[in-house]
Nanobody, 122 residues
Protein backbone atom coordinates (compact mmCIF):
# COMPACT_ATOMS: atom_id res chain seq x y z
CA UNK A 1 0.00 0.00 0.00
CA UNK A 2 1.23 3.49 -0.84
CA UNK A 3 0.59 6.29 1.61
CA UNK A 4 0.66 10.02 1.12
CA UNK A 5 0.28 12.42 4.01
CA UNK A 6 -0.71 16.01 3.54
CA UNK A 7 -2.32 18.90 5.35
CA UNK A 8 0.65 20.22 7.28
CA UNK A 9 1.41 23.88 7.47
CA UNK A 10 1.82 26.88 9.71
CA UNK A 11 -0.65 27.39 12.54
CA UNK A 12 -0.72 29.61 15.60
CA UNK A 13 -0.45 28.18 19.07
CA UNK A 14 -3.79 26.95 20.41
CA UNK A 15 -4.98 26.60 16.83
CA UNK A 16 -6.18 23.53 14.97
CA UNK A 17 -5.08 21.59 11.94
CA UNK A 18 -6.19 18.40 10.24
CA UNK A 19 -3.76 16.02 8.61
CA UNK A 20 -4.87 13.51 6.02
CA UNK A 21 -3.24 10.37 4.74
CA UNK A 22 -4.47 8.89 1.48
CA UNK A 23 -3.79 5.25 0.71
CA UNK A 24 -3.63 3.50 -2.61
CA UNK A 25 -2.72 0.04 -3.77
CA UNK A 26 -3.84 -2.80 -1.56
CA UNK A 27 -7.08 -2.85 0.35
CA UNK A 28 -6.90 -0.02 2.84
CA UNK A 29 -9.51 -1.41 5.18
CA UNK A 30 -7.39 -4.36 6.27
CA UNK A 31 -4.71 -2.20 7.85
CA UNK A 32 -4.47 -0.59 11.20
CA UNK A 33 -3.23 2.95 10.70
CA UNK A 34 -0.98 5.12 12.77
CA UNK A 35 0.47 8.58 12.98
CA UNK A 36 4.01 9.22 14.16
CA UNK A 37 6.11 12.33 14.38
CA UNK A 38 9.80 13.02 14.33
CA UNK A 39 12.03 15.85 15.36
CA UNK A 40 15.35 15.98 13.48
CA UNK A 41 17.96 13.97 15.33
CA UNK A 42 15.41 12.07 17.41
CA UNK A 43 13.58 8.80 17.03
CA UNK A 44 10.15 8.66 15.54
CA UNK A 45 7.50 9.11 18.21
CA UNK A 46 4.12 7.40 18.27
CA UNK A 47 1.17 9.79 18.16
CA UNK A 48 -2.02 7.83 17.53
CA UNK A 49 -3.36 4.62 16.01
CA UNK A 50 -6.69 3.34 14.80
CA UNK A 51 -7.83 -0.18 14.07
CA UNK A 52 -8.95 -1.28 10.63
CA UNK A 53 -12.60 -0.90 11.57
CA UNK A 54 -12.15 2.36 13.42
CA UNK A 55 -13.47 0.79 16.57
CA UNK A 56 -10.23 0.99 18.53
CA UNK A 57 -7.96 3.97 18.97
CA UNK A 58 -4.97 4.73 21.13
CA UNK A 59 -2.99 7.89 21.75
CA UNK A 60 0.30 9.01 23.16
CA UNK A 61 -0.10 10.72 26.52
CA UNK A 62 1.33 13.92 25.06
CA UNK A 63 -1.60 14.32 22.65
CA UNK A 64 -4.45 12.64 24.49
CA UNK A 65 -7.46 14.95 24.65
CA UNK A 66 -6.08 17.24 21.94
CA UNK A 67 -5.68 14.97 18.91
CA UNK A 68 -8.26 12.69 17.33
CA UNK A 69 -7.53 9.96 14.81
CA UNK A 70 -10.26 8.76 12.48
CA UNK A 71 -10.60 6.99 9.16
CA UNK A 72 -12.90 6.81 6.19
CA UNK A 73 -12.41 3.40 4.59
CA UNK A 74 -14.47 4.07 1.44
CA UNK A 75 -12.20 7.09 0.83
CA UNK A 76 -9.02 5.19 1.76
CA UNK A 77 -8.07 7.99 4.08
CA UNK A 78 -7.02 8.37 7.70
CA UNK A 79 -7.12 11.70 9.49
CA UNK A 80 -5.44 13.31 12.45
CA UNK A 81 -7.40 16.20 13.89
CA UNK A 82 -5.11 18.33 16.03
CA UNK A 83 -6.40 20.96 18.45
CA UNK A 84 -4.84 23.22 21.06
CA UNK A 85 -1.56 22.98 19.25
CA UNK A 86 1.62 23.78 21.13
CA UNK A 87 5.06 24.79 19.99
CA UNK A 88 6.34 21.31 20.87
CA UNK A 89 3.94 19.87 18.28
CA UNK A 90 6.16 21.44 15.61
CA UNK A 91 7.59 18.39 13.88
CA UNK A 92 7.22 16.28 10.76
CA UNK A 93 4.23 13.92 10.92
CA UNK A 94 4.14 10.53 9.21
CA UNK A 95 1.32 8.11 8.58
CA UNK A 96 1.87 4.38 8.54
CA UNK A 97 0.00 1.13 7.98
CA UNK A 98 0.27 -2.07 9.94
CA UNK A 99 -1.09 -5.58 9.63
CA UNK A 100 -0.96 -5.87 13.43
CA UNK A 101 -3.68 -4.74 15.81
CA UNK A 102 -3.38 -1.71 18.07
CA UNK A 103 0.38 -1.31 17.83
CA UNK A 104 2.44 1.75 18.67
CA UNK A 105 6.05 0.88 17.88
CA UNK A 106 7.71 2.03 14.72
CA UNK A 107 8.95 -1.44 13.78
CA UNK A 108 5.42 -2.82 13.96
CA UNK A 109 4.34 -0.76 10.97
CA UNK A 110 4.91 -2.10 7.49
CA UNK A 111 4.29 0.85 5.20
CA UNK A 112 5.11 4.52 5.57
CA UNK A 113 4.16 7.69 3.82
CA UNK A 114 6.33 10.72 3.38
CA UNK A 115 6.14 13.27 6.13
CA UNK A 116 4.20 16.47 6.32
CA UNK A 117 5.56 19.35 8.36
CA UNK A 118 3.49 21.08 11.01
CA UNK A 119 4.82 24.35 12.37
CA UNK A 120 3.17 25.92 15.41
CA UNK A 121 4.01 29.56 15.98
CA UNK A 122 3.81 31.08 19.43
Amino acid sequence: VQLQAFGGGLVQAEGSLRLSCAASGRTFAVYDMGWFRQTPGKEREFVAAISWSGGFTRYADSVKGRFTISRDNPKNTVYLEMRSLKSEDTVVYYCAASTRFGVSREYEYDYWGQGTLVTVSS
